[in-house]
């Protein structure tokens, strides 16, 4: 089973709402990812998460915050977000081993108004 | 440079055609190489990894040649469903854990 699933698939919220998405994996994958994705555009990395604990932050505003409670659950908190953070959300696994494959969620198609 | 190049097309071909994309990548002590296939609004799917050999699934058959620094993407037969912007994807092997996507070649098949 390689699933990767995410919560919800698509949210509309205000510049002044705070919101999360959620991701789960049950590969036993140890690398989870969040990606923004623009129309035409490839993914764009936000976070990795390595054993739980963050190990990339690309730079990414603070009005988004990454949280990983466990190995299965990677989650993305954000709050007063501006419309230009539009965009479909990826979460991804990965394992720290062998082949290392990555596979994607369905994306949460995020709108701000 | 960019770390991974690929030409966005679109390609054009009809039912039955052969198709080859490459990708070009910078960092010679890359690592892994994937394809990666994406519909319009749906998230990537991985359609392949790359091995050193070479390797085929089906139509598909996937080449990394390190020398030169690309992997290629051939489709042989190509069918409507087929079309899909397809991803070239590469482990930089920067602390093992990022992967770098290219910006995706787009393939129309036509009838």
């Known amino acids: 089973d390689t699933e990767v699933t995410q919560t919800p698939k698509h949210l509309v919220m205000g510049m002044t709402n705070k919101k999360s998405l959620k991701c789960e994996q049950h590969?036993?994958?140890?690398?989870m990812y969040w990606y923004k994705q623009k129309a035409k555009k490839p993914p764009e990395l936000m976070f990795v998460y390595s054993y739980e604990k963050l190990s990339i932050n690309e730079s990414v505003p603070s009005r988004f915050s990454p949280e990983c409670p466990n190995s299965s659950l990677l989650n993305l908190h954000l709050h007063a977000l501006q419309p230009e953070d539009s965009a479909l959300y990826l979460c991804a696994s990965r394992s720290l081993a062998g082949i290392n494959e990555q596979y994607f969620g369905p994306g949460t198609r995020l709108t701000v108004t | 440079r960019k770390e991974v190049e690929q030409d966005p097309g679109p390609f054009n071909v009809p039912e039955g055609a052969t198709v080859a994309f490459n990708c070009t990548y910078s960092?010679?002590?890359?690592?892994?190489f994937f394809w990666y296939r994406q519909d319009c609004r749906k998230e990537p799917k991985l359609l392949m990894s790359?091995?050193?050999s070479g390797n085929e699934d089906g139509r598909f058959t996937a080449q990394l040649n390190r020398a030169s620094q690309y992997i290629s993407l051939l489709i042989r037969d190509s069918k409507l469903s087929d079309s899909a912007t397809y991803l070239c994807?590469?482990?930089?092997?920067?602390?093992?854990?990022?992967?770098?996507f290219g910006t995706g070649t787009r393939l129309l098949v036509s009838p």
């Open positions: 790359v091995y050193s």
């Open positions: 994807v590469v482990n930089m092997n920067t602390g093992f854990q990022k992967l770098v």
């Open positions: 960092n010679s002590a890359s690592q892994s």
């Open positions: 590969m036993g994958h140890r690398a």
